[in-house]
């Protein structure tokens, strides 16, 4: 009797340390095997935005359907910094920083982050496609509303950039976006949404860059670029992952599956 005492006592001891968190599971990383596109997705204080979110699951849920292989998970910050050994999936191919608010995505996710990202890019030979604030945090630094921020854990692979463009929309002022005219490189049109995206060369900026302007605003001068593709890394002012009627007006159809065919051929 006194043993079956002490053993009920035993495990009431244990089962208050694993539901206290005195003693914690391992970390779980969400990652599988044929996972091949990693997005971050940590919103509020994370940096994303819910709208950029729900705009890359809608582009990624689009290029799924029309190529199977596509396999396509959310992180967020924890998963980043510490859960996930990016090595541990060699099949991985890309790393998506959303748009949302690049103090909090560099803040959240901290040396730490920014060591893996790079590790994953230099390393692993994965690309890199950042949209919007995703842009920014590509950068060495930037200005925003004409103040320049130089933030610690920015990814420090690109210049200066500058928004938001204005002339364009000014992101302080309702609604904060505007559609815009772009081009690609053989002059081909396109309606995309302008959300506050950096650029280079229109206030505070030089306009050289490094790297292959793919998309150029038609709706202002200055061949501003829209889009950039530097090494291994596809940086863009525009969304074009942007979903009609999703939290905006004035896209169409055709011009979102004109944006997404654009999208998918340039990280492919």
């Not at 994303?48 to 967020?76: A, C, E, P, R």
């Not at 772009?182 to 280079?200: L, Q, S, V």
């Not at 061949?223 to 530097?230: C, F, M, S, V, Y």
Request: hydrophobic share 35%; charged share 15%.
């Amino acid at each position: 009797m006194k043993k079956k005492f002490v053993l009920f006592i035993s495990f009431i001891f244990l089962f208050s340390i694993f539901s206290t968190g005195v003693i914690a599971l391992p970390p779980s990383c969400p990652i599988q095997s044929n996972t091949n596109i990693i997005i971050y997705g940590s919103t509020g204080n994370g940096g994303v935005g819910t709208l950029s979110k729900s705009w890359m699951t809608h582009f990624f849920d689009w290029w799924k359907s029309q190529d199977s292989s596509i396999n396509y998970i959310f992180l967020d910050k924890n998963d980043i910094k510490y859960d996930c050994n990016f090595a541990d999936f060699p099949n991985i191919k890309l790393y998506v920083q959303p748009g949302g608010n690049a103090y909090y995505q560099q803040n959240a996710l901290g040396s730490t982050g920014k060591t893996k990202i790079l590790n994953l890019i230099d390393n692993q030979n994965v690309t890199y496609f950042g949209a919007c604030a995703g842009a920014f945090y590509a950068a060495n630094d930037y200005y925003w509303q004409g103040t320049f921020y130089n933030w610690p854990n920015l990814l420090d692979r690109f210049p200066t950039v500058e928004g938001s463009i204005t002339t364009i929309a000014d992101y302080d002022q309702n609604p904060g976006y505007a559609l815009t005219g772009i081009a690609d490189e053989g002059g081909k049109p396109f309606n995309m949404i302008y959300y506050g995206g950096p650029t280079r060369g229109w206030q505070n900026t030089p306009s050289d860059f490094p790297g292959t302007q793919k998309l150029t605003f038609t709706s202002i001068s200055g061949n501003l670029p829209a889009a950039i593709k530097n090494e291994k890394m596809l940086l863009t002012s525009v969304h074009a992952e942007a979903y009609e009627n999703d939290g905006i007006t004035g896209l169409s159809t055709e011009d979102r599956i004109e944006n997404y065919k654009w999208l998918a051929n340039n990280i492919n």
